[in-house]
């Protein structure tokens, strides 16, 4: 017990000395400005999280949307297939819906369509007939408007379906695959490129 003790009170006395050294760094111009500084980007870190949540909502209802279906859930109890769409230009997902504790970024969408009572993108949309992944619909119509900058919607659309069917229909290795990925900025070890992933997902 002895032994527990001594280690305990060296501790304590360690201690001491470091508090009494943080004190006086506390005091010190350098160390004050430092606290403030923090302080300040911790505000407008939260302002900018704030707005950030502003300005997708702004974008949502702004957008003219192009619709895929972003997911097929099959409902046992209902005995239908529940169809999730989303747009390839704004991101918007009604399929965040299904989710139950959705953050993030999938949380403005949720709490968009919340409040919109949207369940399904009635206004000024386009529908496809394309079942696709979203991060890949996106980055497709990232590089269509990349390349055609003015490009109506109606054109964008005809292009995007065009880009797909040849990235499904030419079939290429694996490596190729990663390559791809890679150029459109997806996840080299990306996997969604058919609508084959729904079946395991
Ligand atoms: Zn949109």
Redesign the pocket.
Known sequence: MGKLREEYDSLIEQRRKIIEQLTMLEESETVQQYIELKKQNEELYNQQLSLYRDVKME??AS????LVCSKLVYDRYEGRTCEWCG??????DTSVLDSDYPLGLQKIMYDYLKKSHLHS?NIQEIKTDVICDMDLAQVIYAKIKSVYPNIDDETARKYFEIALDNIRNIKVSDERKENRAKRLSLDSKFKKWDISYLLYS
């Open positions: 974008e949502y957008c003219s949307h192009i747009c390839i230009k704004c991101g918007l993108l």
